[in-house]
């Protein structure tokens, strides 16, 4: 059973830090692109970050260009987000996704498999 799973979410206040993880089992996603989105309350799950099967090859929204980072560790079959000079509008669960394609994308549905989401709170 294939599963993603995310960690690292909480409570930072803003301009502060936080590391986010996603940790795939039941099979090896090394050949694919990665992605990280969220979904704050009563608005659309948007895309964040991407990144290409290599990790050579990455893509942003414009929301967090300069602040978020995306990283791959295929060995460990984890990617990562560090999320730098937090704003109180990145409060949003947070979901992790593999997608059925190596090279980065930005489209949802070309992510076949989703994590169950991390609560971050971003507090002004």
């Known amino acids: 059973q294939v599963q993603l799973v995310e960690s690292g979410g909480g409570l930072v206040q803003a301009g502060g830090s936080l590391r986010l993880s996603c940790a795939a089992s039941?099979?090896?996603?090394?050949?694919?692109?990665r992605a990280w989105f969220r979904q704050a309350p009563g608005k659309e799950r948007e895309f964040i970050a991407a990144?290409?099967?290599?990790?050579?090859?990455?893509t942003y929204t414009d929301s967090v260009k300069g602040r978020f980072t995306i990283s791959r560790d295929n060995a460990k079959n984890t990617i990562y987000l560090q999320m730098n000079s937090r704003k109180p509008e990145d409060t949003a669960v947070y979901y992790c996704?593999?997608?059925?394609?190596?090279?980065?994308?930005?489209?949802?549905?070309?992510?076949?498999?989703w994590g169950q989401g991390t609560q971050v709170t971003v507090s002004s």
């Open positions: 039941g099979r090896t996603f090394s050949g694919y692109a």
């Open positions: 990144i290409n099967w290599s990790g050579d090859s990455t």
């Open positions: 996704a593999a997608a059925n394609r190596a090279r980065v994308t930005s489209r949802r549905n070309e992510y076949r498999y």
